[in-house]
RNA sequence: GCCGAAGUGGCGGAAUUGGUAGACGCACACGACUCAAAAUCGUGCGGGAGCAAUCCCAUGAGAGUUCGAGUCUCUCCUUCGGCACCA
């Protein structure tokens, strides 16, 4: 009996600590008060039905960790937590069961919130937020009435992803890999008139703010490529025996010459006005067909097509007459949705040309060396080229049959023969420039942000459409716009609007200008807009005039680390930036960017597979607190590799750090009023030094792998003192928590452990007296003797020289050169 | 195709950033305890040769720089992530 209760019962204890640290508060610091702010901050969860799942608790791991070191070493911590409750997730998942997502979330989130706080976390439960409260999302709704007057929130009619199954319109943003992020089925295209936030009056200093940011690269790149910035010239082109011109965008003005005909997007403007009588026809039969293909088709199936327009466009550069083509290669969103054809070299314009015979001129001679390559690329047609001779220079081009995109030199260009690509890109563009035909330009990929949801479940857009006024935003007084509380009739219509348009009580309303008779605006905002600025309401959630109090933020922010998962790099994290960049512009704060540090948290794999329930290999954390403790599991996550990769998880290697664990606790037996060895206190003090080293580069692996080795150290002792266990104990509470408070009750203390000071090492202690120097001869190991760390070079060639084992190196040769490193190696160089 | 990250024992991964490759853990083998097993503790554990001391090979492949390369440079291969008819 009495053995039991020595025994490690880690559910027992994580319990009792967990529920302390709530009630006590012992992780709510005071913001106003706080001196030393430290900002950690978890991706807030979605409360699904299925609970707390493995990929929640790594994330809420790798900030938590970070969270308690940093309470140690005396900042003030602030790691809290609330509910992303609203959105098309939370609804399809209460409109499968059958239940108002209201009442399915009031289950779900109690759940959540009781797993949340059973694992032991250090958040800040007094500052809880839930994006459907109406104290929360009236400032979702401020937010909104903000941008509008700002310009920044603005209605347009455009093509957008519609998906035919959540029956609502989606962000570019929300179509990952063709189909719709959250259901995977394919959108169509609808012409619809939606509510767009303005993020591409942002995407300069999106990219620009990347570069000075601490954030996974990995991360960075996916926003790189989002934005897609390119630069290079608007060209103006004029339409023959017309009034009519059109502009084009081309990221190589150095090939204008070379520019064979035009090609107009189906849905451009211009095409009705221009195309002749013969061709109206064809024309229109082939925009009614390009306009009913779906993005997915256009993806899967790339085989060029077009029509001839009948006209002809003016090439401003050398008053060329070429023809102008309809094709959906070219798409209206992008540029102007036009372009001047370079078949000699642009891939797509040669596979056009091929495909419909047009002419193809070759402007951009190469040099021998890419010549080559080329033609190692290209075996099969390595002796088309065309030689040229130009100042003894070897150049060449290509007689026919290829196309080559590679900078060069021109050719066949008037004046600017003999220039390379690059200096007549500047030269041609100020040409342009100079007789009004063209400008410099910079295009970006990133289009602006629908948020506009034919759903129910999320904040109303706070307008109002009035006769006489207009569209008119609800005024401050009135937020929040609420939500009606609807037991039917709120699932999604499909018809284009919400399904509050069929809410009558809600829709009629009187207009805030005017006062007369007036209809709301139907539809909700998207649910990435609610996750946008959570984290600027943490700091005020109670506040009921600010959306977030200036000092606090300011106190506060930016955020010193935020970690989930990269699968948001161009979603969430893209829209905060978005956001927090409007809310500078605002004058609300003074910076552009909310994190100062990311990571990505990695997956995690089971056995080397990813998870899935369809496999049945899905790692439900209350299964390993039952089997290990949560101490054990989430310590192992951290364990098993460094942050921001994947990571695979295995039930036998889990029992490493349940053994470490256990092994800490059974030390307890040891502690006895003793003096410490001198090798225990270096091995102490050095740990330490490396744990508070690796927690600075977040090396969470090594510092675990560096207490274990301080743990077996112990674990060979027979007695342990106090005061070496003590400070053992709290620096091994960062990964070890509720094991660690419950030792440090046991040594006698009553308050928590989180509430000491981090132990200082002390640096004689941490390095070594003596060191094992390393001798090589010519670079190899050749042997290793002991030796004072502060030996010198004289010395170290004595040790070296006079050692047996090197002697066999040095006999009759010369040392020509001699490499120490101190504290490491010699190097004897001989001959 | 373009951009980014990565490739080290049977496995997850270390390596103070150019200085002893394989820390720590898992798995495995042997030993101690036990009637026995589990647990625990101890020892070993990249490959090859040798009784041994020791020597050779080895960080995806190949070259290079260097006294010295897992680390830097170039070329190539593979895997993963992002973008992709974006002019």
Redesign the pocket.
Known sequence: MKQDKKKYNPQAIEKKWAKRWVEEKTFSPDLEKAKNPYYALFMFPYPSAEGLHIGNFYAFTCVDVMAKYKKLRGFDVFEPVGWDAFGIHSENYALKIGETPGKMLERTIANFSEQIKSAGLSCDWEKEINTTSPEYYKWTQWIFIQLFARGLAYQKESYLNWCPSCKTVLA??QI??GTCERCKSAPEKRKMKQWFFKITAYAERLLEGLEKMDWS??T???Q???I?K?E?ANIKFKVVDSVEEFE?????PDTLFGCTYCVL?PEHDLTQKIVSKEQRLKVEEYIKKAGAKS?LE??E?????GVFSGAYAINPVNQEKVPIWIA?????????????A?PAH????W??AQKFNLPIKYVILLDDKKKRMLDDRNKENADSWILQLDKNEKKWWWKENYCYTEDGALFNSGGYNGLSSQEARKKIVQWLEKNNLGKKET?Y?LRDWCISRQRYWGPPIPIIYCEKCGTVAVPEKDLPVKLPELEIGWEPSGDGRGPLAKVENFMATNCPKCGGKAQREADVTDNFLDSAWYFFRYISSMNKEKIFDEKLAKKWFPIDLYVGG??H??LHLMYTRFITMAFHDLGLIDFDDPFKKFRANGMILKD?KKMSKSKGNVINPEEYREKVGYDALKSYIL????LG????F?D??I???K??A??VYNLLEKVKDTEEKKAVLQKLHKTIQGVE??MK?Q?Y??A???L??M??LL??EEKISKSVFEKFVIISAVFLPALAEEIWERLGHNESIFDQKWPEYDSSLASEEK??L?V?I?????D?IIADADVNEEIAKKLAITSA?IEKYIIGKDIK?I?F?KG??I?L?VK
């Open positions: 570019d943003e990952e890999g690269e990995i960075k790149s996916a790189r490529n989002w897609g390119s290079g084009i965008f081309t990221t190589r997007s993005d256009r993806k199936n790339k085989e060029k097509t959906d290669y070219v798409l209206a969103g992008y540029g102007f949705g036009a372009i001047m370079v642009d891939e797509r314009d596979e056009f295009n990929k990269n699968e790099a161009v080397g364990f098993l590799g460094p990769e994947d990571r695979s295995s036998r290697g029992l490493g750090t053994n470490w256990e092994k080293m690796d580069n090396k692996n090594t675990i792998a560096k274990m080795e743990t077996n674990t060979k060191i094992e390393v090589q010519n670079g190899k190991v050749r290793k084992k050169k490499i490193v490491k190696l190097n160089v």
